[in-house]
């Protein structure tokens, strides 16, 4: 089974950045998503890419701030976090988001000061 290995969480100010990767242990099909839990809350969509990297969507709470990438090998999937705000702080995760999920990873926590 294709696992998912999250990194590139950590600390920063408000107003910093932030580089997430995804790696797959194989190539990933179909689109693949970035989702978010912060403490206490349900897990919420944050962004996904289609399987040819071309197509993208975005959470309106994210919408300007973030860019999520997929790299040709399909198995790497990133997310380029910038102008972090104090409503981002969550453990960050990905998986499939248009069909049968993978077994979700540990995710990555990111948390900003403000």
């Known amino acids: 089974q294709v696992q998912l290995v999250e990194s590139g969480g950590g600390l920063v100010q408000a107003g910093g950045s932030l580089r997430l990767s995804c790696v797959a242990s194989r190539r990933t099909f179909g689109t693949m998503g970035w989702f978010r839990q912060a403490p206490g809350k349900e897990r919420e969509f944050v962004a996904d890419?289609?399987?040819?990297?071309?197509?993208?969507s975005y959470a309106d709470s994210v919408k300007g701030r973030f860019t999520i990438i997929r790299d040709k090998a399909k198995t790497t999937v990133y997310l380029q976090m910038n102008n972090l705000k104090p409503e981002d702080p969550a453990v960050y995760y990905c998986?499939?988001?248009?069909?049968?999920?993978?077994?979700w990873g540990q995710g990555t926590q990111v948390t900003v000061s403000s």
């Open positions: 998986n499939i988001h248009d069909g049968a999920q993978l077994p």
């Open positions: 890419v289609s399987w040819s990297g071309v197509t993208t």
